[in-house]
């Protein structure tokens, strides 16, 4: 349907919402409604996931172009653009907020989860600043494409429930197509949101957040002597683990401001990320990341000076003693480390096929690896699917300067493996259920992103998200997906698109 309004969709309901975050005090949002657009035409609809979450997907898909563009109110939402505030590239920025987003509601889904649905590009805010509020089709592909291959591999992330172009232009560095994107989240919470109150003083409101958060996502925390204090532990917890998966992937987020950083623990704002082909912890594909701050080596660093501002904004409530308070917020900061090393420990263990039996040599054996990776500027996603090969006894094929560098590494690794008592072809199988062969490419990712907003054809952004649902099947067919690219395809640069 791609007119403004009609009768039908008005009067349906196929979304039954249940709104905690607008009942929190009016410092929390501002309440407003998306801008309608020109001639909304829906783009992508996820059937899944919608059934995910247990709403009427027959009706979102027959009136989606008028329900994900904010065309047609969705009956039962409270449209709202969330208060936060932030560090962007170590700069504290005291109000940011949602400047082209709206928070539409909250729904609960089949698994009892509540999960939040929000429209991003629908219009200006009250914390639009200078923006139009709007977005341009590339980056919502992007975060399309991006934020459902995250999902497939196993990483906690934000979902992608719609893609809506708007019928009217954006005007940017060039004038583009304009687009809207609805996205799900376990909550949009960010560590820039308990920022936003403890810049203020506020600390009943950072307390009332506190409270909401863990009602919502750390429920077991209730009954904690200091429930603050945990929660402040089980954040640090969430990112570590999240962040080792993200290096497990090769993923390389781009931007990881305190105000894209969600207390839930999953990846969200996918703008100029990108997943690493040759092997170099000092990667950074952001065209604003000049410094490299941001680097995919760097970014367990950057997740524990995260969690330092998340306990510096909670200080106030971590104890009435503010010497305790400071104390018990330095052990959680310093213990991020040390769980980030243990949680990225799982991911390379099994990545490379060794079980939780520990031996003295492994972590040698493990930093050698990475090493001859880097000095061979090997396809990080490609060496380590081969490594699966190699596993069974099968011929494997490294994508690197000089395979050969590698026999003396493979020789030690076998040996290793004999020591363990999983048999060959159970621990290949295994190995490639943590080794993907499909990862978003990003050279392949722009080309599905021209063709759509140059010349207005879909089928490459439909092909790469049905490949991408399968990252870890082989699919002889789709091959040149998980090809490292040419010389002359590489995309050094990606962009905010804001």
Known sequence: ???????????????????????????????????????????????????????????????????????????????????????????????????????????????????????????????????????????????????????????PTTRALAAVATGQPVYRDRVLPGAVFTRVASSHVRVGTFQFFAARGDTENVRLLADHVIDRHYPELKGAEKPWLALLDAVAERQASLIARWLGVGFIHGVMNTDNMTISGETIDFGPCAFMDRYDPRTVYSSIDQGGRYAFGNQPMIGQWNIARLAEAMLAILDDDQDKAVEAANVAVARFMERFQEHWKGVIRAKIGLGDHEEEGDQALIRDLLILLYEQKADYTLAFRALADAAADEPPSFAMDDPEALTPWLAAWHARLEREATPPQARAAAMRRVNPAFIPRNHKVEEALTAAVDHGDFSLFEALNDVLARPYEDQPSFAAYAQPPKPGEEITATFCGT
């Open 1 to 155: 349907m791609s007119g403004a309004t009609t009768a039908e969709a008005d009067k349906a309901r196929p979304i039954p919402f249940d709104n905690s975050y607008a009942r929190l005090p009016d410092a929390f949002f501002a309440p407003v409604d998306p801008t309608p657009v020109a001639a909304p035409r829906l783009i992508r609809f996820n059937r899944a996931l919608a059934e995910e979450l247990g709403l009427d997907a027959d009706a979102l898909e027959r009136h989606g172009a008028a329900y994900f563009s904010g065309n047609v109110p969705l009956p039962g939402s409270l449209p709202l653009a969330m208060a936060y505030a932030g560090h962007q590239f170590g700069q504290f920025v005291p109000q940011l907020g949602d400047g082209r987003a709206i928070l539409l509601g909250e729904v609960i889904d089949r698994a009892g989860r509540r999960r939040d649905i929000q429209l991003k590009g629908a219009g200006q805010t009250p914390y639009s600043r200078r923006g139009d509020g709007r977005a341009a089709l590339g980056p919502v592909l992007r975060e399309y494409i991006v934020s459902e291959a995250m999902h497939a591999l196993g990483v």
